[in-house]
């Protein structure tokens, strides 16, 4: 059972507004990743972090910020939603690189933006 | 680039097998993963493949075949809690070791 949680589950704001999604894992992972994933779309990679004070853009021009202070701790900040951020955004953490390096993923954030 | 594709959607019957393929393009091939992800919930690992050839865990199997960018997933025996989408991934070392993730096959199991 993988040990990667998220909060909140599902959140509700208004245009403009500041949030942050929180990300934490108790399993050491080095890797993190934040996923956006649509309705029946593929997941999209937004962000990424080899470790500490490590932290990578994806594909996916998200107009989002990270940090990773902490090995187990990595929040995604909006400073300013759009309703085109509405979307569903995924937490992952993985194992070293020693062969198969799977992702364990958190339930996931719900955005809707008004 | 990267480029996965999948089915959309497929049915199939409880109690029959059925066959999710999925077809890839990337610079630095380095492993295909499997994910099942039910409906509003996170997805979660069901299979790796590196090298070419079959690899069978209980009720599921997935194959690999990298000379022709083709792997597909078995699913035996079907029960109706395998109706969820199946994400094909590929690990790419071009792409940070990172993994691109398919559109995911929608798959119904009808009683």
């Known amino acids: 059972e993988a040990d990667i949680y998220q909060t909140p589950r599902y959140l509700v704001i208004g245009t403009g507004k500041k949030i942050t999604l929180e990300c934490s894992q108790t399993?050491?992972?080095?890797?993190m990743y934040w996923y956006q994933q649509d309705p029946g779309m593929e997941l999209h990679l937004i962000h990424y972090?080899?470790?500490?004070?490590?932290?990578e853009k994806g594909d996916l021009s998200s107009e989002s910020t990270v940090s990773r202070i902490r090995t187990e701790h990595f929040p995604l900040t909006l400073e300013s939603a759009r309703p085109s951020h509405t979307s569903q955004y995924l937490c992952a953490s993985s194992e070293p690189s020693t062969g198969s390096e799977k992702l364990f993923f958190g339930s996931g954030t719900q955005l809707s933006v008004l | 680039g990267q480029n996965i594709d999948q089915p959309t959607e497929m049915t199939a019957t409880e109690g029959a097998i059925v066959q999710i393929n999925c077809t890839y393009q990337t610079s630095g091939f380095n492993g295909l993963f499997w994910y099942q992800q039910h409906a509003g919930e996170a997805p979660t690992f069901l299979s790796y493949n590196v090298l070419d050839g079959l690899e069978e865990k209980g009720r599921f199997s997935s194959f690999l075949s990298r000379s022709k960018g083709y792997s597909y997933l078995l699913l035996k025996e079907l029960q109706m809690k395998d109706s969820a989408s199946y994400l094909c991934?590929?690990?790419?070392?071009?792409?940070?070791?990172?993994?691109?993730f398919g559109p995911g096959t929608r798959l119904s199991v009808l009683p």
């Open positions: 972090s080899y470790g500490v004070n490590s932290t």
């Open positions: 399993m050491g992972h080095d890797k």
């Open positions: 991934a590929v690990r790419d070392q071009i792409y940070g070791q990172n993994f691109v």
